[in-house]
T-cell receptor, first 112, second 115 residues
Framework: NAGVTQTPKFRVLKTGQSMTLLCAQD?????MYWYRQDPGMGLRLIHY???????AKGEVPDGYNVSRLKKQNFLLGLESAAPSQTSVYFC???????????FGEGSRLTVL | AQTVTQSQPEMSVQEAETVTLSCTYD???????LFWYKQPPSRQMILVIR??????QNATENRFSVNFQKAAKSFSLKISDSQLGDAAMYFC????????????FGSGTQLTVLP
C-alpha cells in the first residue's frame, strides 16, 4: 500500500551540481505533478504530466526538467543546482474526476 | 489565472473549542473543486475535505465542515471539538475543471491547539 513514493527524502548539493528526484506511484494514476514548498508561499507547481510520455510547465519551471517515460514514474531533474532551489519538493498524482491529489512524503533539498 | 488567499498566517484554539480558518479565491469559472489539506509536522499532505462547486450543500467530514459561499468566492473550514492532533499547517486549494486538473494552493494557516 505504498501510494506515492519519493526518493531521496533528503539531499544536500553544492551549487552547480546536478541531481534527480524520483517519484513512483502504484495507483495507476494518469496525472502526476511536482510541487515545491517554500515558507509562506504554499505549494507551487513546477511541472506536471497528464500521461506517459507527456510533460508540461507549471508556475515555476525554470531550472528544472522532467520526464515521464513510464506511467508510474515521474522524474524531476536539476541540471545545475542553485541556492534558490533549496526547498521541499512534493510529488503528487491524481485520477478521474475527483481532483484529489495524493502526495508523497516530500524531499528536502538544500543547495549550498 | 486562479488565485487562492488565506489571510490568517497563524491561528490558535483551545482544545475542545471550535475554530474557523478562512479562504477566498478568485476565478472566472463556474465548475471547480475546492479542498482543504492538512500538513502536520511529519510533512505529509493529508486531504481533510473536498467541495464540488456545483453542490450547494456544504461538505462535512466528522469534526470538519466547510462554509462554501460561491457568490462571495469564500471557502472557510470549521474544526469542531479541536484536538491536539489537529495542530498543523492547513492549506486551501482550488482545482480547475480542466484537462490537467492541477491544484492551486493558498499560502497556508498554521493552527496551534492549546491544551
Amino acid at each position: 500500500n505504498a501510494g506515492v513514493t519519493q526518493t531521496p527524502k533528503f539531499r544536500v548539493l553544492k551549487t552547480g551540481q546536478s541531481m534527480t528526484l524520483l517519484c513512483a506511484q502504484d495507483m495507476n494514476h494518469e496525472y502526476m505533478y511536482w510541487y515545491r514548498q517554500d515558507p509562506g508561499m504554499g505549494l507551487r507547481l513546477i511541472h506536471y504530466s497528464v500521461g506517459e510520455g507527456t510533460t508540461a510547465k507549471g508556475e515555476v519551471p525554470d531550472g528544472y526538467n522532467v520526464s515521464r517515460l513510464k506511467k508510474q514514474n515521474f522524474l524531476l531533474g536539476l541540471e545545475s543546482a542553485a541556492p534558490s532551489q533549496t526547498s521541499v519538493y512534493f510529488c503528487a498524482s491524481s485520477y478521474g474526476s475527483t481532483g484529489e491529489l495524493f502526495f508523497g512524503e516530500g524531499s528536502r533539498l538544500t543547495v549550498l | 489565472a486562479q488565485t487562492v488567499t488565506q489571510s490568517q498566517p497563524e491561528m490558535s484554539v483551545q482544545e475542545a473549542e471550535t475554530v474557523t480558518l478562512s479562504c477566498t479565491y478568485d476565478t472566472s469559472e463556474s465548475d471547480y473543486y475546492l479542498f482543504w489539506y492538512k500538513q502536520p509536522p511529519s510533512r505529509q499532505m493529508i486531504l481533510v475535505i473536498r467541495q464540488e462547486a456545483y453542490k450547494q450543500q456544504n461538505a462535512t467530514e466528522n469534526r470538519f465542515s466547510v462554509n462554501f459561499q460561491k457568490a462571495a468566492k469564500s471557502f472557510s473550514l470549521k474544526i469542531s471539538d479541536s484536538q491536539l492532533g489537529d495542530a498543523a499547517m492547513y492549506f486551501c486549494a482550488y482545482r480547475t475543471w480542466g484537462s490537467a486538473r492541477q491544484l492551486t494552493f493558498g499560502s497556508g494557516t498554521q493552527l496551534t491547539v492549546l491544551p
